[in-house]
């Protein structure tokens, strides 16, 4: 049997369970996307932006726990697509992104669209490598699929010579499907684990990260029940345990519940399940003192190269968190109960207070209220994506996640992911709604994608929060150079107009009472479309208005 270089890369993505590539085309693998012509199995989504399509491998890696695949021309698009390895490698996302290169022979000419991939991709990849020679296809690129998957998982990218693509090969044997590798916890760490937490009076879990599956999470619920452990998440991690379970207790990411950064900061062990202790999580790196934390701490994490790399923890244990879960779920708490049983109920109820909405805004419209409608009507399984903005702290403290894998969002806060993460949303689970949030700013950066899913029939509906800024970096400038805007203040097109333009249903909300109807009317019609939500500025954050932002500035 002979096969080209690209048949042989659609094959062993097919092989291993690959059935959608993100991307944009280029002539540098023609190869590929002839071979796809005839295998229905796989089907090619074409983006607007390289960018957008890495975002849409990303959320469909997250979606699925196997690589996201993105697939680009060299130069441009593969600089295009870098926004969206950042996001994988950031996350922990498994994503596999093929670049189609230049020639062989024309290598270190700077030939038209040459570039270093290892130089660019490098230090924002588990693994970057050039496949030079067809017969090799199979061995690299299933190793891609281990490599993206084991362990942290992350982005792999794979540079495709275009004459290469061209090569025939003979009787190319493919490797099986991979399984992820994943360490799981030895039974004297989970003795000490055990023996830490009988020895505490404030315990509290983080929990996040990758490595997840819904039965991870159903062992979380177990564990975090029987020894009423309160639980919070990670940034953008929130979907681990029901935000309806008696226990959970708020996120600990941007805009944190101060009432929760004060528990982190009074609790004597944390018990950190699969998040990394990052910038967003530890407000900063100040919730605990670097390197060593007056509080226990208990690091639990998929690659050990992690486990003390800013905190050096009491108890480090390297395990995926399926396996994980699964020991903590089977750990006996003590017959007569635990100690902080009131500290559990207090956080809890901090929790619901924080969570609760102010019915007061500055502007006619109220997120918060939103946020709570959305709360009562959407079904358990809707999935919400978003990029980086204000608008997202509504998001994260209003909305109750209460299934794993409807939040979908990312932890690097990259503006423009949202739209992208929606489609390939859709795309994977057409039964389940998927719902946008996107700030003006935010949506202008990937809002071409609308086509996209007119193409391919994925269905979005974008709640579009305009409030004619850079909210989050005016908040910023407001507190280190009150009173001097530059370069936050944002000219927008008619939104309105721009849905029709794409064949979208739109709606515009002015206040608060117009949403109810709107997102009726926008769900009935089964199809995308846009809410046009208006904010005020001075509603920059749930807490605090610009103009008290601007006064309390130093
Ligand atoms: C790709 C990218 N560029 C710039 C930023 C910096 N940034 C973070 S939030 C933000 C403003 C987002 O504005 P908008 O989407 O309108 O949301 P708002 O804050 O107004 O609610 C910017 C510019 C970023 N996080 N990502
Ligand atoms: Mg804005």
Not at 40 to 54: L, M, N, R, V, Y
Not at 196 to 212: K, Q, S, Y
């Amino acid at each position: 049997m002979q096969r080209t270089g690209g048949q042989l890369i659609t094959d062993v993505l097919i092989q291993q369970g690959a059935d959608r590539i993100f991307g944009v085309p280029g002539e540098s693998f023609l190869a590929v996307l002839d071979a796809i012509v005839d295998r229905p199995e796989i089907e090619f989504i074409t983006a607007k932006h390289e960018g957008s399509a890495a975002f849409m491998a990303d959320a469909d890696g997250k979606l699925t726990g196997r690589p996201g695949i993105v697939l680009v021309t060299r130069g441009p698009g593969a600089s295009n697509a870098y926004a969206g390895i950042h996001v994988a490698y950031q996350d922990s996302t498994p994503l596999i992104m093929l670049v189609g290169l230049i020639g062989r022979d024309d290598t270190e000419r700077e030939a038209f669209q040459e570039f270093d991939l290892k130089a660019i991709f490098g230090t924002q990849t588990k693994w970057t490598a050039v496949i030079n020679d067809a017969v090799r296809i199979p061995e690299l690129l299933t190793r891609a699929f281990q490599v993206a998957t084991s362990g942290r998982p992350g982005p792999v990218v794979l540079g495709l010579p275009e004459d290469m693509l061209r090569d025939v090969v003979y009787d190319a044997k493919l490797p099986a499907r991979t399984t992820a590798v994943q360490a799981a916890p030895a039974p004297a760490e989970l003795d000490k684990l055990a023996s830490l937490l009988a020895e505490a009076n404030a315990p509290l879990i983080i929990a996040g990260g990758e490595t997840w599956d819904e039965a991870a999470c159903a062992d979380l619920a177990k564990f975090s029940s029987e020894w009423n452990l309160p639980v919070a998440c990670s940034f953008r991690s929130q979907d681990r345990l029901s935000a309806l379970h008696a226990n959970y207790i708020g996120d600990a990411g941007l805009g944190i519940n101060p009432d929760l950064a004060k528990r982190i900061r009074q609790s004597d062990l944390i018990l950190v399940l699969g998040a990394r202790m990052g910038d967003c999580t530890t407000s900063g790196y100040t919730l605990l003192e670097v390197p060593v934390s007056a509080q226990k701490l208990i690091h639990i994490h998929p690659d050990p190269e992690e486990i003390g790399r800013v905190y050096a923890p009491e108890l480090g244990i390297c395990s995926g968190m399926k396996n994980m879960l699964a020991a903590l779920a089977g750990l006996v708490a003590p017959a007569d109960g635990v100690k902080w049983t009131p500290w559990t109920a207090s956080a809890r109820e901090d929790y619901l207070k924080w969570s609760t909405p102010n019915p007061v805004s500055h502007g006619p419209v109220n997120l918060a209220l939103i946020m709570d409608h959305l709360n009562n009507t959407l079904p358990d399984d809707a999935i919400l994506t978003n990029g980086a903005g204000n608008y997202t702290v509504w998001v994260h403290r209003f909305y109750k996640h209460r299934k794993f894998r409807t939040q979908v969002a990312p932890t690097s806060g990259t503006m423009g992911y949202g739209l992208p993460a929606a489609i390939a949303a859709s795309l994977r689970h057409p039964d389940r709604l998927s719902i946008c949030f996107a700030g003006d700013g935010c949506f202008q950066m990937t809002l071409q994608e609308l086509a996209t899913a007119q193409q391919f029939g994925a269905r979005v509906i974008v709640m579009l929060c305009n409030n004619g800024i850079y909210g989050t970096i005016r908040m910023h400038q407001e507190k280190n150079y009150p009173y001097r805007v530059s370069g936050t203040d944002i000219a927008n097109p008619d939104f309105v107009a721009l849905a029709k333009a794409y064949g979208l249903e739109v709606a515009k909300v002015e206040e608060t009472g117009q949403f109810a109807d709107a997102f009726e009317t926008i769900r009935a019609s089964g199809k995308s479309g846009i809410i046009e939500i208006i904010t005020d500025p001075e509603d920059l954050t749930p807490r605090n208005s610009l103009s008290e932002i601007r006064a309390s500035a130093k």
